[in-house]
């Protein structure tokens, strides 16, 4: 059954990179398309329905039901085929225009009501962000972390309290949203978190140690070219607006990471050299300069411990291995760390994410930025998959705040447990590196009898105390 899956979720390989490409200057429309959610019985039906569909929506083949987007012309052979399917866009164009038209008087101007009330422009979002920071500039700073191929800034927020303590270097939790354009819900749930850990400093305890002890740095728009392409354009692009060799446009940011780069894996979702493809992993590691400025500044902040990408959609907790079947050195860990982000989302609003390595719970991938940054950022990394029902990409309003609500407390438990696991005790001179020089920092502190040099923390100073530093050292806590 689970090699039947396997090879089920191997096959979708080339629905994902089918969509067709639209022309600069006009948008894709997809008038009479219709998503349906199939049960896919057999090899059969789910080669039927990959011909039917240009674009499968879901990830994989849920047992629930599976979404393909379906032009008006298959749907005949569709009904014919008897493969068992609910409609759950009946128009996917007229979705898109309602969606447009209820965004449209609102997109160029100031907010009314709350920030999170309906999607945000990425203009919107980045005042959003000077909003956030005016609020609390004594915990906020906004920064631009790069800029896009088209010069679009990638604008960033920083939440730390400096005055709170704990020594010049703490653990940096990461988040970054909008790799993929078409993944709104990604942009306000990111933004969302930034919004809680400002507002709730002061009457959230829970919250506020989690700023005093770590370095928050979230990137709601990974992909400010392609997220501004779905506003303007197509509403379903995904990639960013790379011009490829041949006319195509985009590169897929999610399959463009330096670690295992280019490798080919079954199942097409992993990625490919075709430039067409919705994921086309690039000319070249970092071939882009989104995913290139995110590397930049996590190398240059060796204090980064955890990393937590998100996406839209099917309800995943994603963590490595993208790249391999077999599980990671730390997979006790993140299974540990899945189950517990799992209970608290559902304690939310009672809705099931479901946890588990990239490779096997949804699909191999080569060039992922969960990968990177574990493999060559030695950070923790999760990957998660909002939701998606009703609507699937084109979500309504009324799902954001539910969705940013139930995520929050798994990530405000992921910077609890960078804190906990990460105290940089063993930096002794607090550079946020491990180096020699906190050997000679520690012995300093050994010899002049100071009680920070009880690293086992038995109320006395002996070398069993030189191995607690040099274990913790090596670990880099
Ligand atoms: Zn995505």
Known sequence: MRHALLVVATLLACSVHAQPLAPAGTGERYDGHRVVRATVRSQRDLDTLLRLSP?????????????????????????????????????????????????????????DGSFFDDFKTYAQVNAYLLTLRDLRPDLAEVFTIGASLEGREMRAIRIRNPQAGGGACKPMVLLTGTQHAREWIATMVTTYLADRFIRQYDTDPAIKAVVDAADIVIVPIVNPDGYEWTWTNTRLWRKNRRPNAGGSFGVDLNRNWGFKWGLPLPGGNGGNANPGSDVYWGTGPFSEPETAAIRDFALGKPQVRWHNDIHSYGQYLLYPWGWSPDPSPDDADFASLGAQFRALILAVHNLAYAPGRTYTRLYPVSGGITDWFYADRKAFAFLFELRGSPGGFVLPPDQIIPNCEEVFPAILA???????????????????????????????????????????????????????FQTAWALGR
Do not use: K
């Not at 005790?425 to 920070?452: E, I, K, N, S």
């Open 55 to 111: 674009d499968m929506w879901s990830h994989r083949v849920e047992a629930g039901g599976t979404d393909f987007r379906v032009p008006p012309g298959s749907m005949a052979a569709l009904r014919a085929s008897g493969i068992p399917f609910a409609v759950v866009v009946p128009d996917v164009q007229r979705a898109i225009d309602a969606e447009r038209a209820r965004l449209a008087p609102q997109a160029g101007g100031p907010i």
């Open 414 to 468: 992921a910077a609890q447990w960078t804190i906990q696991r990460y105290p940089f005790r063993a930096d002794t001179d607090h550079d946020c590196v491990y180096t020699l020089a906190d050997f000679g920092a520690f012995q300093t502190l050994f010899a002049g009898g100071d009680p920070r040099a009880d690293f086992n923390g038995d109320g006395v100073l002996n070398l069993a105390d030189f191995g607690a």
